[in-house]
């Protein structure tokens, strides 16, 4: 892509201006301030809406003497454009938007809008977009247009990515064949990328180092241990195995005199014959029992007997007092009815019969007055002789039963006497049998006289002063054995001690070798980590090498520096570009313009698109790179108050014709 005609018109400071290359590399002369960087802005912000320096709220507007935008300005710039083939002009339009509101005499400011054209062609903002997108990426447009974008904008990453994508990247396998000596690594590495690998020897080394520092104090603590030696082993176990027989022996001894011998037969007899003491007791009990028994039998029915006629006798007794009082109450009662007898036969009847009309006043007649009289002695006489016979007949009932409560509280007095008899003849059997089981058990005879109870109890004698004996004389005898047996301890205790030295000191020896063993071992492991640490080393080297060559063998001036080395001999990634073994940022403007230009030429040749190349402050390089793509010199002058363009080279051919 080449720039044919850049025209702007009320853009930032510029109130008009056409640049006209054609095609042509030119440089543009003009003092600060007079709108060089200007040109370039206008260009990136008609194709990004962004100035040169990658800014999107930079101001465009025309500003007047007191530094405020000048209102009401259109801002355009408009580019024609070699694509190869065709051309293609765009333009841009910004401006202000005024409205005049409902109700308002007066337009008020209500934003910007920006006409975008195409060709001419009225285009939204999408399809400029998409227009301008066809015709390169923004990222890729601005590596190619400005020499200093890609070490002044880019992240060293992002650097290092584009580099190792222009030129390629080195794989491990290409590296590990390029030296025979890293032919071992691939079976080190397993899965593990490289730097993975560092890190687990990294790790294990620092650990293999703590475990050398701790294991010579191990040792150390090891022999400080370490007890004195205690002798010959085979004799001492020997010597503890005869001690051990020994002390069996007494034991065993001890444990004989313990359970008394002679006192164990005289003990046995003891309890034998308490044995046969107290069962004799028994048979004594027994036959004693057994004579009482029989009367005690007796004397218990002769018991209850009594107790039971006794019962009756009260019983029948308390009959004979309710059947009293019974008859009492029925004779009360028959004095009482023989009483009301002579009172019902001595009443006479008292006539008080009406002999005038009660209605009329006049005498009743004399017939009618005898006959109501006569009716009423009548009545009166019936109800008597019934009133009478009605007492006479309960007093007869009363009577009956007068008799039969008379005969039966006879009949009663006659069973409580017999009852009351029984009882006492049952109560003096009773006595007589009670003397007899006294009498019995006080003629028992007493085992203190049985002749058997009497040598049980002279040889119970004899036994226990023979087992009194014993025990005294066993008392020596024990203490004695006792002696011999703490003896016996205190040389086992000794002699276990000596053998536990010993052994104690075999196992402190032998952990002392198993701890210089692992001494050498280690020594051995970190060895072949060194070895393995080394091999990684020399595979970054031998990476970083190839991988420097590649990159830098496609620039012409610029060389990166990709991989730093740490103080600790390991190495990280960076990106850096120099100029004659000088980094980029110690470089003068010239030595990073021309360096950009080299890097923009391999870009361009990677990206295939070429692209105008805006050089700003040009008048700083005194030999400028040549470029692929259109230059465009932006050269401060003092002595050019406004801008002024030489064109270097021949406009393109297509333009001239």
């Known amino acids: 892509m080449r720039l044919l005609r850049l025209a702007l018109r009320n853009f930032k400071g510029l109130q008009k201006f056409v640049l006209e290359p054609n095609g042509a590399d030119i440089a543009v002369f003009g003092n600060n301030a007079t709108g060089k960087t200007t040109l370039a802005d206008a260009f990136m912000w008609l194709l990004f809406d962004k100035d040169s320096t990658n800014r999107k709220d930079f101001e465009i507007k025309t500003l007047g003497p007191d530094g405020q935008p000048v209102h009401g300005l259109e801002h355009e710039v408009e580019a024609t454009l070699d694509l190869e083939p065709g051309r293609l002009t765009l333009r841009k339009v910004y401006q202000e938007q005024w409205t005049k509101k409902r109700g308002s005499a007066a337009k008020q400011f209500t934003g910007h809008i920006t006409d975008h054209f195409i060709d001419g062609v009225p285009a939204t903002k999408t399809e400029f977009t998409t227009r301008v997108a066809r015709i390169a990426d923004e990222a890729a447009f601005r590596l190619l247009t400005d020499p200093l974008y890609f070490n002044a904008q880019l992240h060293w990453q992002k650097r290092r990515e584009i580099l190792l994508q222009v030129c390629g990247d080195v794989s491990d396998a290409d590296v590990i064949a390029s030296d025979p000596a890293l032919a071992g690594l691939p079976e080190i590495l397993g899965n593990k990328t490289i730097e993975q690998l560092r890190k687990v020897l990294a790790a294990r080394k620092a650990e293999i180092n703590q475990e050398l520092d701790r294991i010579p104090v191990r040792i150390d603590e090891a022999r400080r241990g370490l007890p004195e030696a205690g002798g010959d082993a085979a004799a001492l176990t020997t010597r503890l195995d005869g001690l051990r027989a020994q002390r069996s022996q007494v034991g065993a001894e001890r444990l004989r005199i313990q359970a008394g011998g002679e006192a164990a037969e005289l003990t046995k007899r003891l309890r034998e014959n308490e044995a046969a003491a107290l069962l004799l007791q028994q048979s004594y009990r027994v036959k004693a029992d057994e004579a009482v028994r029989e009367t005690q039998v007796l004397l218990a029915d002769e018991i209850y007997e009594a107790d039971r006629r006794a019962r009756d006798g009260r019983r029948l007794r308390d009959e004979i007092a309710q059947g009293q009082k019974d008859l009492a109450l029925s004779q009360a009662r028959t004095q009482k009815l023989r009483d009301q007898w002579h009172e019902v036969d001595a009443r006479h009847l008292t006539l008080s019969i009406e002999e005038v009309c009660p209605t009329c006043g006049r ?46 509280v006879a009949k009663l007095e006659a069973m409580a006497a017999e009852a009351e008899r029984d009882a006492a003849e049952h109560q003096a059997k009773v006595a007589e049998l ?11 005879p007493v085992i203190e006289s049985d ?42 205790t000794a002699a276990e001690a000596d053998l536990g030295r010993i052994s104690q000191r075999e196992r ?59 103080v600790n001999g390991g190495l990280t990634e960076v990106c850096e570009a120099t100029y004659n073994g ?36 040009a008048e700083s390089v005194t030999a400028i790179l040549r470029t692929r793509g259109q230059q465009i010199k932006l050269v401060v002058s003092a002595a050019d108050k406004v801008l002024r363009v030489e064109r270097e080279s021949a406009p393109i051919k297509k333009e001239v014709a």
Not at 386 to 403: D, F, H, M, P, Y
Request: aromatic share 6%; charged share 35%.
């Open 434 to 444: 009670q003397g007899k089981v006294n009498r019995l058990r006080a003629d028992a």
């Open 451 to 492: 002749s058997e109870y009497k040598r049980l109890e002279a040889e119970r004698h004899e036994i226990r002063e023979k087992l009194a004996k014993l025990r005294e004389g066993n008392t020596e005898a024990l203490a004695r054995v006792e002696g011999r047996v703490r003896e016996l301890d205190e040389q086992i």
């Open 363 to 408: 005498p009743l007649p004399e017939d009618r007055v005898r006959e109501a009289r006569e009716k009423a002695q009548a009545d009166f006489n019936a109800r008597k002789a019934a009133e009478l016979e009605e007492i006479t007949a309960q007093g007869k009932r009363l009577a009956e039963s007068v008799e039969t409560a008379q005969r039966s």
């Open 582 to 617: 000088v980094p980029y940022s110690g470089l003068n403007h010239g030595g990073q313009l021309n360096v950009g230009l080299d890097i923009i030429n391999t870009l361009t040749e990677h990206y295939k698109f070429v692209a105008p190349v805006w050089v700003d402050n």
């Open 508 to 566: 402190g020896l032998e952990r002392i070798k198993e701890l210089e063993a692992d001494e050498r071992r280690l020594a051995g492991e970190f060895e072949e980590l060194e070895r393995q640490l080394y091999l990684t080393e020399q595979f970054i080297r031998a990476k970083v090498s190839m991988l420097e060559e590649r990159v830098n063998g496609c620039f012409q001036l610029a060389r990166f520096k990709l991989f730093d080395q740490q």
